[in-house]
């Protein structure tokens, strides 16, 4: 493979931009498997509640 001298780092804005996509996929995944989960859910759901009791 012949790089071009003239831009010897041509092509690395395209390898970190889906290294950060990828990232971002695996943060959101991480996030839908954590808010997903009962425990969490139910703390939420809680907390919507309670805060929504207050103000009537």
Known sequence: MILNEAHP??????????????AL?????LLYVVLTN???EGLLTSVVEDSLEERT
Not at 9 to 22: H, P, Q, R
Not at 25 to 29: F, H, K, Q, T, V
């Open 25 to 29: 996929i695996a943060l959101a995944g």
């Open 9 to 22: 780092d041509a092509g690395s804005v395209t390898i970190e931009l889906a290294l950060v996509t990828v």
């Open 38 to 40: 009962g425990t969490v």
